[in-house]
């Protein structure tokens, strides 16, 4: 099918289960810091949402992480139709796909992913919801891009110079929050990312069980929620404390998986060698 490149005014609320190109969508009229584009494979009527980098910053051919690709669709006849429409994704490049259905693909098998929405008009107001003791010594803040480096060696998917950057533009561009100790070091903290979704988020390991992420998630919830984003995260199906986490704090787990999926095209061979 044909690709048609929309106007960013795209009404996503007809679509209750896509809360990533909802996210996404409303990143895209505050500004569009992270320069997306949204196509569908029709318009008015369309069967196929695909948010994706503009070309001007999807310049790194090897960079999955600002190479990411949403995409909703509610036939997987659909969706194969739709990359495989010219133009569409850039199979030249290494990219990350976060989609509601998974096409069949050989190579590493995609992450599943549940995802947790908190309804309602008040984020953070669950009966369960106990602030914890501070010492008063800490302080909460927003992350500084100065924090990029340790949020590079916490996050699973961190550890190298793309990642780095990445966050940097999370940090710089996006809401979060922190849990600073007496000298001003990150101890907890949560971020957001370009689709809206909460993370990536983290608690040193001598400052855990004390609830702070819980508290983190709690005050960014309602900080996502009073700039209109739906408050929601994406867990895992493995990541069973995260899940429980989430429902203790009034998140509903929706019925269907999300799934990532990364894709590196192949080495082209040096003619040189051999």
Request: hydrophobic share 35%.
């Amino acid at each position: 099918p044909h690709s048609h490149l929309l106007s960013p005014k795209l009404q996503i609320q007809q679509i209750p289960a896509a809360h990533p190109v909802y996210g996404t969508v409303m990143t895209i009229n505050r500004g569009n810091p992270a320069a997306q584009e949204v196509l569908v494979d029709s318009w008015p009527e369309f069967k196929v949402v695909l948010t994706r980098p503009r070309r001007e910053v999807a310049s790194d051919d090897s960079d999955l992480y600002t190479n990411t690709y949403i995409v909703y669709c509610r036939d997987l006849g659909d969706h194969q139709a739709l990359l495989a429409s010219a133009g569409a994704v850039n199979w030249g490049q290494s990219f990350c796909i976060l989609g509601n259905l998974c096409p069949k693909a050989s190579g590493r098998a995609p992450q599943q992913l549940n995802i947790y929405v908190l309804f309602g008009s008040t984020p953070g107001s669950h009966p369960t919801m106990t602030a914890p003791k501070l010492d008063p010594a800490m302080r909460l803040s927003s992350l500084d891009v100065s924090h990029a480096d340790l949020l590079n060696e916490t996050w699973s998917f961190g550890g190298n110079e793309k990642s780095r950057k990445y966050l940097a533009t999370l940090i710089r561009h996006f809401p979060s929050i922190c849990l600073l100790d007496a000298a001003g070091h990150p101890v907890s903290w949560i971020a957001s990312y370009p689709f809206g979704a909460m993370g990536p988020g983290y608690t040193l390991h001598e400052h855990r069980r004390r609830g702070y992420m819980v508290m983190l998630i709690n005050l960014l919830a309602k900080r996502l929620h009073a700039l209109g984003y739906p408050s929601y995260g994406l867990v895992d199906v493995e990541n069973y404390s995260m899940q429980r986490l989430q429902e203790s704090q009034g998140f509903q787990h929706q019925p269907n998986l999300w799934y990532i999926i990364l894709h590196n095209p192949a080495p082209v061979k040096d003619s040189l060698k051999g």
